[in-house]
């Protein structure tokens, strides 16, 4: 039974999702930085207040933005993408169980172990690639109708201006149709770990986060299946058509999250040594102005999660 406060929170972060998400379903360009805070709230619910404020604050964003356009896809939407992700991302940070080993003395409160940070990221990668999954069949996302209409409109606005070739408007809009289900899914898993992390941050400053402050940088990972799914998705990437959007959604999520390890490893060994500020800028200014580097940190992401798997099986 939710707790009546708890109930007011998970009413007021709901709506305030809502409303911060709403921009997007009125295709309002100066809302979508609004858009991106969208899951705090529920995050901040979640943690603060317990997983089943966390789910209610979710259902109720859904209800508020399909309330507010009439349109139950729109609320379905939210809660697929942004919602519900939020709402399991705070579920698995609050979950925690007795420590095996307790302290001789009597204490107050047992020591607990919390659920490890690569498996919280793993379950946040696993709602955003079923949420976009879900959103794509709510679409109605068909690959060779959206390339004919994508081809049909670069031919008209390129005009008289472009001597661009039937064949090449249409590989350039193969090319922006096979990048739509990886680049969503990568976004998503990108937003929701940023706001799990400033939501845990303003929910321990209120004395409602129950879990100790994580060290990020040297328990950020991901379980080793991660690499196996990853290896999969890319050769059915190949494919093309509904099974290849599916495996670039899932492809797009898990590399978002192997990035976010190899970000995660350069703070880690970086620490303590002489010009990491000026590493740290010059990789995240690398990253912002170039994009491509964001590869390097993938394939150090995968290194790293290797590593940890053949250093379990040694132990």
């Given at each position: 039974?939710?707790?009546?406060?708890?109930?007011?929170?998970?009413?007021?972060?709901?709506?305030?999702?809502?409303l911060?998400f709403?921009?997007?379903?009125?295709?309002s360009?100066?809302a979508?930085?609004?858009?991106?805070?969208?899951?705090?709230?529920?995050?901040?619910?979640?943690?603060?207040?317990?997983?089943?404020?966390?789910?209610?604050?979710?259902?109720?964003?859904?209800?508020?933005?399909a309330?507010?356009?009439?349109?139950?896809?729109?609320?379905l939407?939210?809660i697929?993408?942004?919602a519900?992700p939020?709402?399991?991302a705070?579920h698995?940070?609050g979950?925690?169980?007795?420590?095996?080993a307790?302290p001789?003395?009597?204490?107050?409160?047992?020591?607990?172990?919390?659920?490890?940070?690569?498996?919280?990221?793993?379950?946040?990668?696993?709602?955003?690639?079923?949420?976009?999954?879900?959103?794509?069949?709510?679409?109605d996302?068909?690959?060779a109708a959206?390339n004919?209409?994508?081809?049909?409109?670069?031919?008209?606005?390129?005009?008289?201006?472009?001597?661009?070739?039937?064949?090449?408007?249409?590989?350039?809009s193969?090319?922006?149709?096979?990048?739509?289900?990886?680049?969503q899914?990568?976004?998503?898993?990108?937003?929701?770990?940023?706001?799990l992390?400033?939501?845990?941050?303003?929910t321990r400053?209120?004395?409602?986060?129950?879990?100790?402050?994580?060290?990020?940088?040297?328990?950020?990972?991901?379980?080793?299946?991660?690499?196996?799914?990853?290896?999969?998705?890319?050769?059915?990437c190949?494919?093309?058509g509904?099974?290849?959007?599916?495996?670039a959604?899932?492809?797009?999520?898990?590399?978002?999250?192997?990035?976010?390890?190899?970000?995660?490893?350069?703070?880690?060994?970086?620490?303590?040594?002489?010009?990491?500020g000026?590493?740290?800028?010059?990789?995240?200014?690398?990253?912002l102005?170039?994009t491509?580097?964001?590869?390097?940190?993938?394939?150090?992401?995968?290194?790293?999660?290797?590593?940890v798997?053949?250093?379990?099986?040694?132990?």
């Open positions: 039974m939710i707790r009546p406060s708890a109930l007011l929170v998970a009413l007021v972060a709901g709506v305030t999702s809502a911060l709403a921009g997007l379903v009125v295709e360009a100066t979508i930085g609004l858009a991106l805070v969208a899951p705090m709230p529920i995050v901040i619910a979640s943690l603060g207040w317990g997983s089943v404020a966390g789910f209610a604050a979710a259902a109720l964003a859904g209800l508020t933005i309330a507010l356009f009439g349109d139950a896809a729109s609320g939407s939210i697929a993408t942004i519900l939020a709402a399991v705070g698995f940070c979950l925690a169980r007795p420590a095996a307790q001789a003395n009597d204490m107050p409160s047992p020591r607990l172990d919390w659920y490890p940070l690569p498996g919280i990221l793993f379950a946040v990668i696993a709602s955003v690639t079923l949420g976009c999954l879900f959103y794509g069949w709510l679409a996302f068909d690959p959206l004919d209409a994508l081809s049909d409109a670069l031919r008209q606005q390129a005009g008289m201006q472009a001597e661009l070739t039937d064949a090449q408007l249409q590989q350039l193969q090319l922006v149709v096979r990048l739509v289900p990886f680049a899914p990568a976004l998503l898993v990108l937003v929701h770990v940023v706001n992390y400033v939501g845990a941050a303003v400053a209120s004395g409602r986060l129950p879990r100790p402050k994580d060290d990020v940088p040297a328990s950020a990972g991901l379980p080793w299946i991660a690499i196996v799914l990853l290896a999969v998705a890319a050769l059915l190949l494919e093309g509904l099974i290849g959007a599916v495996a959604a899932v492809a797009g999520a898990l590399t978002a999250g192997f990035t976010l390890v190899g970000l995660a490893a350069m703070h880690r060994r970086t620490r303590g040594r002489a010009g990491r000026l590493v740290l800028f010059a990789a995240y200014a690398a990253i102005l170039l491509f580097p964001i590869l390097v940190f993938t394939v150090i992401g995968i290194m790293e999660t290797a590593r798997r053949r250093a379990g099986k040694r132990h």
